[in-house]
């Protein structure tokens, strides 16, 4: 009887908007090609409970977040943006203070039902709102614009999974994301032991094992030597 074979391993990862996984795709890709990759995109409201049920392995989530029972690593910090109606006059600057913008009229993204319609209802005239600029260059919802803000707070993406589900796999693909080269010592495939190359024949004889003591020959021995006056020269005879 065929024992059946164990299912091939796979790593899935899901991401919030704006977060770009292409880099960390494509060095997986090189460096770990028998081991599948699959990413989906997942909104704030998902992006713990696609570890909670299963769905996923490791998220890229948008803190803060509930950490219990997590790892969870910061990565980097986004840049704030504020996004207004086109024609707005904001438009005419690259950067926005956010005192200059005390008398205007701010929208709640939860509270219009996530950055999306918020966006959509930003583009009617009815206000603006504050978001990382990644998110809104995302969306990219017409009829809007977006510049850098100066004076609110920034978000920072960080990389999340159970604390109990970690194994090589996922070590291997948290080296990947914080930089580690293929060789470094921390990364568990740097750590798999080699095979060890056989040692070369000596081609004088005698292996390592023969217990024989090598005597490295200078020259060759004379023929002649020791056979007195009576032996044979070359071009004469006795």
């Known amino acids: 009887m065929v024992e059946p074979e164990e299912p091939r391993r796979e790593l899935r990862f899901a991401y919030v908007p704006g977060v770009m996984p292409g880099k960390w795709i494509r060095r997986w890709e090189e460096r770990m090609p028998d081991v599948p990759l699959h990413a989906f995109m997942s909104d704030a409201g998902a992006q713990l409970s696609v570890l909670r049920d299963g769905s ?24 704030p943006a504020v996004v207004a109606p086109k024609g707005h006059e904001i438009t005419v600057f690259e950067d926005v203070e956010l005192a200059d913008l005390a008398e205007e009229n701010f ?76 060789n470094s010592s921390r990364q568990p495939s740097a750590k798999q032991e080699k095979p060890k190359k056989a040692p070369k024949p000596d081609r004088r004889g005698g292996g390592p094992s023969s217990g024989a003591k090598k005597v490295a020959q200078r020259y060759a021995p004379n023929p002649d030597k020791g056979r007195g006056r009576g032996s044979r020269k070359k071009g004469k005879r006795p």
């Open 56 to 79: 996923a392995d490791l998220s890229f989530v948008r803190l803060p977040v509930d950490q219990e029972g997590l790892h969870v690593i910061p990565l980097y910090e986004e840049q």
């Open 107 to 182: 929208l709640d993204i939860a509270e219009m039902g996530g950055p999306e319609m918020a966006l959509q209802v930003v583009a009617s005239g009815a206000g603006l709102v504050v978001m990382p600029m990644p998110m809104a260059r995302h969306f990219n919802v017409k009829d809007t614009v977006a510049r850098r803000l100066h004076g609110a707070e920034g978000t920072r993406i960080a990389l999340a999974w159970p604390k109990d589900a970690t194994d090589e796999v996922i070590e291997e693909f948290v080296g990947v994301v914080r930089g580690r080269t293929a």
